[in-house]
């Protein structure tokens, strides 16, 4: 019979991005060690808050007995002639802790063997809880992790007491100074005092009655209408913001909204400056009218409710008011001197100790987007030009410095202010797209090609001065500036050499990079087609086919990827895996052996030898035209005629002949046919129903 076991592990204010991925991994912890334990599972829930971690799980109240055969000696080494147990059955049965006439003997396909058969009564499962609870506490992995006082203890912060029940009983443990219990605690300030708990039911309406909602899932849709409410009050609607709702969601316990406003006149600053000052720095929702047009209000969540709601709103009011005069102040002072000044500022920017100062980037950056320009788009040169050389230049503006998150939105608003082509503002803003998953790409030519020659410049570079990414830590964030690159290259379009870009960036950093150019350029070229197998397996395609067609070719993305669909789509027809099979047994026979001879006609000697030479010539030049209009299904198409003639050779005919001339020319024609296929995909990386 099922029954229910809470566990709730209470501590100080964990921080909120910690939580939702800790749940998820207490989940998986509890259901792999109540697997292992034979321990059956049913509904499990996790819940938390910034002061608790809980997790709700249906348990069999017993483990399940373990039934076990052990076999050992063979019958007739076990017994001698008499029927006496030889040394063989007597050290069996003591190493399994057995009488010897415990023993039977089995019929096995060897023969007869003795064997022990074991029952092992399953344990309470309050009793293995016992054990696994403590270690599952200790064994939760965070970010950062902290000791407290003179404990051994680590944990994310400091635990204050620990909730643990099963069919209502406690499950007793002990943590280092902490002993389990049947009592949690309530709210911080607003019901502060333990209470007891005999279950879950008991457990949730406990906890709302002490002003806790500690399912996070009930919790959001509260803040959620709050906002929306106190927002109502203020004129408008909240600005949707789901990052900002799943922080707060984890920030508070009982959440109270209320509205705030301030002065008008700073809504003649930047729309991002407002909107950042108010999520990311007061975790304030913004306040929109039917337009989508900020007005002077915010709605603010605090995690009380209080006594006089007129003073906390004051309080709110008057921090995001400091703030904005920070930025007023800001804004108003940075617009005295232009970017194109600023520039030279950036060589007291150390971009990195080892790749030099944010001037020396910037240099970089646009000395590879000119000569990316020239190959892409040269109608946008000039503009690629100037806004490469000015895409940094708000790093070193008081704004920027206060709101770090403005970089690029600051640069924009001041080339704009200062008089600057448009095109170049929206320049200095893209290049950073996309910033993360599933951002938004830049939108112009310009844009694309100032984001690649800045993004590969940090990859380059990380790589050249052996700052390279590993399992656990990406400081650079290579991975993310890699698949930016990948993503703006297949979204626009761009056909060019990977290689060449890599090796211009190379040339560019040869006086910075500590390592051989060539080292530099074939690690980078691996992790990009890392990164890009990886992206194109995400979007549902089998590693194998990938694998098999970047094996040809992964220097010009856009056609790689086209390659991919082509043969995805191919493999779903009939006459794919006979073909497959073909290519392999192809490329099996020419596997260590010279097949780079002429063709002679004149010296086959069977008509399959003819026949497949000549369906060779009646496809080659279909095939090649297909190949240059980057039709590749209707190529595969064409290679699927030769399956049949080649089976027939196989059948037919003795590849490996004796007289070394007919050998030469049977391999030199499957030498052609390999060529063919090899252009495409490389069918022995790819898995077939037959190893041919």
């Known amino acids: 019979m099922k029954k229910g076991m809470l566990l709730e592990i209470g501590t100080e204010e964990i921080p909120s991005r910690f939580i939702p991925q800790t749940l998820e991994v207490l989940r998986e912890m509890l259901h792999k060690e109540m697997e292992a334990r034979r321990v059956e599972c049913g509904e499990m829930l996790v819940m938390g808050t910034p002061r608790r971690l809980t997790i709700f799980a249906e348990l069999e109240d017993q483990q399940h007995p373990l039934e076990s055969e052990r076999i050992g000696p063979p019958k007739s080494v076990a017994f001698d002639p008499q029927g ?13 802790g057995v009488q010897v006439e415990d023993l039977e003997v089995r019929a096995t396909e060897k023969g007869e063997y003795l064997c022990v058969r074991k029952h092992e009564a399953g344990r309470q499962t309050r009793e293995i809880l016992s054990v696994v609870l403590p270690r599952l506490i200790t064994a939760i992995p965070f970010t950062k992790s902290m000791r407290w006082s003179d404990l051994e203890l680590r944990f994310a912060r400091p635990i204050h007491w620990i909730l643990a029940l099963f069919d209502m009983e406690v499950i007793p443990f002990t943590l280092e100074h902490l002993k389990s219990d049947h009592l949690t605690r309530g709210h911080r300030f607003l019901h502060p005092e333990p209470f007891t708990v005999t279950g879950m039911a008991d457990y949730l309406e406990g906890l709302r009655q002490a002003c806790v909602i500690v399912d996070p899932e009930e919790r959001r849709e509260l803040i959620l209408r709050e906002v929306q409410e106190a927002a109502q009050k203020a004129g408008g609607t909240p600005l949707e913001n789901k990052e900002l709702l799943e922080e707060i969601t984890y920030l508070v316990e009982y959440p109270v909204a209320m509205s705030g406003g301030f002065d008008k006149g700073y809504l003649e600053l930047p729309r991002e400056v407002l909107i950042t000052a108010m999520q990311h720095h007061q975790r304030y929702i913004p306040v929109v009218d039917k337009k989508g047009r900020l007005l002077p209000s915010f709605v603010a969540v605090s995690n009380t409710r209080p006594r006089t709601m007129e003073v906390v709103r004051k309080g709110n009011e008057r921090v995001l008011r400091a703030r904005l005069a920070d930025a007023q102040f800001f804004f108003q002072e940075d617009q005295k001197r232009p970017l194109e000044e600023r520039v030279e500022k950036l060589k007291g920017v150390i971009f990195q100790a080892k790749l030099g100062t944010s001037y020396e980037k910037v240099m970089r950056i646009q000395g590879l987007a000119v000569k990316l320009a020239q190959e892409l788009a040269p109608e946008v040169k000039e503009v690629v030009a100037r806004g490469a050389l000015l895409c940094k230049a708000d790093l070193v503006t008081d704004m920027v410095g206060e709101f770090p998150q403005l970089q690029g939105v600051m640069g924009r608003e001041y080339a704009l202010l200062g008089g600057e082509d448009p095109a170049v503002a929206q320049v200095i803003f893209e290049h950073y797209l996309p910033r993360f998953a599933g951002d938004e790409l830049p939108s112009t030519p310009a844009g694309d090609i100032v984001s690649i020659a800045d993004k590969m410049d940090t990859v380059i570079g990380c790589f050249g001065a052996g700052l ?69 397996v995400a979007q549902g395609y089998p590693v194998d086919l990938v694998e098999a067609v970047l094996a040809v070719q992964c220097d010009d993305l856009v056609d790689a990827r086209a390659r991919v669909e082509a043969v995805a789509r191919f493999r779903g027809r009939p006459e794919f895996e006979p073909v497959a099979v073909a290519f392999k047994r192809v490329a099996n026979i020419l596997k260590g052996v010279d097949h780079k001879g002429r063709i002679d006609t004149a010296c086959f000697e069977a008509p399959e030898e003819q026949a497949l030479h000549g369906q060779y010539q009646e496809i080659e030049g279909k095939f090649s035209a297909s190949i240059k209009r980057g039709d590749y299904e209707g190529a595969l198409a064409e290679l699927a005629k030769l399956r049949p003639p080649v089976d027939a050779l196989f059948e037919h005919c003795m590849v490996m002949a004796e007289d070394k001339k007919v050998r030469a020319n049977r391999l030199a024609l499957l030498g052609e046919i390999a060529g063919l296929f090899s252009q495409i995909i490389d069918f022995s990386r790819l898995g077939t129903g037959e190893e041919g």
């Open 84 to 96: 006496k147990p030889t040394k063989a059955a007597l050290g069996f049965a003591q190493k399994e």
């Open 468 to 536: 390279l990414p590993t399992g656990t830590s990406d400081p650079f964030a290579l991975r993310r500036q890699t698949l930016g690159v990948i993503n703006i290259i297949l979204g626009k379009g761009y056909c060019f050499s990977l290689r060449r870009i890599i090796e211009m960036g190379v040339d560019l950093l040869r006086e910075k990079i500590e390592r051989p150019p060539e080292e530099v350029q074939a690690d980078c070229l691996a992790f990009f087609r890392g990164r890009f197998v990886g992206l194109l």
